[in-house]
């Protein structure tokens, strides 16, 4: 008989641990295709991803995935500090209609330099720090993804952040492919999330995309000011799974842990599961 080992501290099998809280992260690819997938961030994926669809309605709807490395240190539930070094996502959908509040009384603005403004109804925005180059009424989503673009590329008041919204309707991601190797090394701060799904009741690493921040930001203020400002900006319901502003590890309270909801990283994990179903 022989057996053969190794040491406590050689890390022979990758622990699968779900995080929640702000991370620093740089962006790996938007959109990429199979091949960029599995050959450039290392996944095992057998289909295509397919980023545009269209609404019920008959709207044209695209899908927007950048990929990131997310790394902090954090301590898991044993006490022990621990390196986060994840690869996964944070998705945006874009829909072709003009962005308004619940109500259909505002309209949201957005002009060449990514800035956001209110409007009621076909008035245009009167605030003065808005300025009017560029000024239009936003699409449905082009909100959330200039916002964050602005984050991650560190741009300046005056500095144009403006995006073709057509060509990414159109399936044409150039526009946003081209910026991942010049700030490949340019980090932004993100909010890792955890979320049941309700498909299979599992566990899945999300990432929150209705904020992110500067490189530099540290101080969690102004992420408390976007999420207690209005109840819709709650990150994850309880029910839901969890969020938290200090990076940590996710642990699944009794009452919700279920033979059929064991963690796993992310929905495209499932070699089924990696094609945007209608």
Request: aromatic share 10%; glycine share 6%; with cysteine.
């Amino acid at each position: 008989m022989a057996v053969h080992g190794n040491a406590g501290k050689v890390e022979i099998v990758k622990d699968l641990v779900l995080l929640t809280g702000i991370v620093s992260a740089k962006v790996l690819a938007i959109n990429p295709t199979l091949q960029e997938l599995n050959d450039d961030l290392g996944f095992n994926f057998e289909k295509e991803v397919n980023y545009t669809d269209e609404t019920s309605e008959g709207q044209k709807r695209v899908r927007i995935d950048v990929w990131i490395n997310a790394k902090g240190k954090y301590f898991n539930t044993e006490g022990l500090e621990k390196v986060a070094d994840l690869k996964t996502k944070v998705t945006f959908f874009i829909t072709d209609r003009p962005k308004s509040d619940r109500g259909l009384t505002k309209s949201c603005y957005i002009n060449d330099f990514g800035q956001l403004c209110w409007a009621v109804g076909d008035a245009e925005p009167t605030e003065s720090w808005y300025l009017a180059q560029g000024s239009r009424v936003c699409i449905d989503g082009e909100d959330l993804l200039t916002t964050f673009i602005k984050n991650w590329v560190n741009a300046k008041k005056t500095d144009t952040v403006s995006v073709n919204v057509k060509n990414l309707l159109n399936g044409n991601f150039k526009e946003l492919t081209d910026l991942v190797t010049p700030f490949a090394e340019t980090p932004v701060k993100v909010m890792l999330t955890v979320t049941k799904s309700k498909k299979d009741g599992k566990y899945y690493q999300t990432v929150y995309n209705k904020f992110s921040a500067r490189w530099n930001i540290t101080s969690i203020v102004t992420w408390q000011k976007h999420i207690t400002g209005d109840k819709s900006n709650i990150p994850v319901k309880a029910s839901e799974g969890k969020w938290s502003y200090k990076l940590e590890e996710f642990v699944p309270s009794s009452s919700n842990l279920t033979p059929d909801a064991l963690p796993k990283q992310s929905p495209e994990m499932d070699k089924e599961a990696d094609v945007w179903v209608k």
